[in-house]
C-alpha cells in the first residue's frame, strides 16, 4: 500500500507487486481505511509505505496517513488488523513509548499485541524513495522464504557507501518478533 503524497512510495509498491504473485497494490487514491484495513487485516504479508505520524502523548492516536484520512492504531486495535507479517515503511513506525507501570505503546507492539508474528519498522523519519532499491531486496528474500530479520540483513548488504543517505535510512530499519 501507497499512501498519498510520496512518489517514491507509489514506485516501491508497483515494483514490490512483481515479487509477490497474488499482491494488490494499492496506490494512492485507491489506499484509502477502508480498502487497506480489508486488505492487510488477515494478510500473510502487508508492505505500509506511507506517512506516519507518532503521538507521544497518545500512542493510540498515532496513525497512517492514508488517501482518504488518517488509519490510527487505536482503530487498527479495534477492527483487528494482524497481518501475519508487516513491513511499516513508514516514519516513526518503529518509535516505542514506554508509560508509567512498564507499558510500551506505539505501532510495533500494538501490532505484535493482535497477533502480528513479525514487523519490520522504521526508527526514525525516512526520506520518501530513499528506500526503493533495497525495499526491493528486502522482499526478494521474503519471496525466498527468508525470515524478515534474515532478509532485512541480507538487504543491507546491497547497499553500498556510493549511497549515504539511503544507507543512513536504511539503517533505521528493524525487524520485530519470529517471522
Do not use: K, Q
Request: charged letters at 15%.
Amino acid at each position: 500500500m501507497a499512501g498519498p503524497g510520496l512518489p517514491g512510495a507509489a514506485r516501491e509498491v508497483a515494483a514490490l507487486s512483481s515479487i509477490h504473485v497474488g499482491a494488490i497494490p494499492l496506490v494512492p487514491g485507491d489506499s484509502t481505511v477502508e480498502a487497506t484495513i480489508g486488505l492487510v487485516r488477515n494478510a500473510d504479508l502487508a508492505h505500509l509505505a506511507c506517512h506516519g505520524r507518532l503521538r507521544s502523548d497518545n500512542p493510540l492516536f498515532s496513525a497512517l496517513e492514508l488517501s482518504d484520512g488518517a488509519l490510527t492504531l487505536h482503530e487498527m486495535f479495534a477492527r483487528g488488523v494482524a497481518p501475519h507479517r508487516v513491513i511499516m515503511a513508514a516514519c516513526d513506525s518503529g518509535v516505542e513509548r514506554s508509560y508509567e507501570g512498564g507499558e510500551v505503546l506505539g505501532f510495533v507492539s500494538a501490532m505484535m499485541a493482535r497477533g502480528t508474528a513479525g514487523v519490520v519498522a522504521a526508527g526514525l523519519p525516512v526520506p520518501d524513495g530513499a528506500c526503493v532499491d533495497s525495499m526491493i531486496a528486502l522482499h526478494r528474500g521474503i519471496a525466498r522464504g527468508l525470515p524478515l530479520a534474515e532478509a532485512l540483513y541480507e538487504a543491507r548488504s546491497t547497499v553500498g557507501s556510493e549511497s549515504p543517505a539511503e544507507y543512513v535510512a536504511w539503517c533505521t530499519l528493524t525487524a520485530y518478533g519470529a517471522a
